[in-house]
Nanobody, 124 residues
Framework: QVQVVESGGGFVQAGGSLRLSCRGS????????MGWFRQVPGKEREGVSC????????VYLDSVKGRFTISRDNAKKTQYLLMNNLTVEDTAMYYC?????????????????WGQGTQVTVSK
């Protein structure tokens, strides 16, 4: 059974940093492109960042470019999202997702396995 489990969310002041982690199990991790998505109640889910199987390619949402960095450690079956200079607009539930095969985009419709989410709340 494939599972991806997020951790690392929490409360932070604007300008602060958080690192999210997502560990996969039940899958050959390096066969899967991975992604981070977020959603605020009443709004559509958006792709924050996605990374290829070998980490040679990453895609970012325009609003997080230069502030967020996605990475992965295939030996640990874990991906990460380092979020710096957080703003109130980054407040959301963040989800980890996996997609077997190559990275094509950072659209949630292309991702198969989803975690339960971890809440990130940024205060002024």
């Amino acid at each position: 059974q494939v599972q991806v489990v997020e951790s690392g969310g929490g409360f932070v002041q604007a300008g602060g940093s958080l690192r999210l982690s997502c560990r996969g199990s039940g899958l050959t991790f390096d066969d899967y492109a991975m992604g981070w998505f977020r959603q605020v109640p009443g709004k559509e889910r958006e792709g924050v960042s996605c990374i290829s199987r070998s980490a040679d390619r990453a895609v970012y949402l325009d609003s997080v470019k230069g502030r967020f960095t996605i990475s992965r450690d295939n030996a640990k079956k874990t991906q990460y999202l380092l979020m710096n200079n957080l703003t109130v607009e980054d407040t959301a539930m963040y989800y980890c997702a996996a997609r077997r095969g190559t990275i094509r985009s950072c659209s949630g419709n292309e991702y198969t396995y989803w975690g339960q989410g971890t809440q990130v709340t940024v205060s002024k």
